[in-house]
C-alpha cells in the first residue's frame, strides 16, 4: 500500500495580476512554510487544473479570478523530502472579492515585479513562471 511520500500530488496555481498591474503573492503557513508563492492548491478528482486554480485562489484568498490562461507545467521531485508535485501553472485577472488568507498562507501581499524580486524567501519557481507568463525577460 503507497504512504504519503508515495504519492505524485498534482497542484494549479498561478499569477493573478490586479487593476494596477501589481500580482499576488503568499506568504506560505504550512510548510515550507516562510517562502513566497503563487496562491493555488491541490487538484480534486474529477476538477480541471484550470477550475482548481479559480476555486484555491478563492479558498486560500478570498479573491476571484476571471480569464485563467495556462502557462506552464513544473515536476518538482525532492526525494529527501518525500515530494513529488506535478503543478499546472496559469496568468489570470482580479475579478473581485476581498483579501482573507486561508489557513494554510501567513500573509498576502499584492506586489510589483521589482519587489518580487528583492524577497529572498522566493519558491524555486516563482521566477521562471514569471519569466514564462511574461512579466521578466
Known sequence: MAGERDVVRVGSSGVIENEEGKILMALRGAEP???????????????TAAEAFV??????TGFDIEEPRFVV???LIKEQKG?????????????????????????????????????????????PVLKLAGYLK
Do not use: T
Not at 476555486?55 to 486560500?60: D, L, N, S, T, Y
Open 83 to 127: 515530494l513529488h508535485r506535478v503543478i499546472f501553472f496559469h496568468k489570470a485577472k482580479l475579478a473581485g472579492g476581498e483579501m482573507n488568507p486561508g489557513d494554510d498562507v501567513s500573509e498576502l501581499r499584492w506586489m510589483d515585479v521589482a519587489e518580487i524580486m528583492e524577497q529572498k524567501n522566493l519558491g524555486e519557481v516563482v521566477i
Open 55 to 60: 476555486r484555491e485562489v478563492r479558498e486560500e
Open 73 to 75: 507545467v513544473f515536476e
Open 33 to 47: 512554510a516562510g517562502i513566497w508563492v503563487f496562491p493555488g492548491g491541490g487538484v480534486n478528482f474529477g476538477e
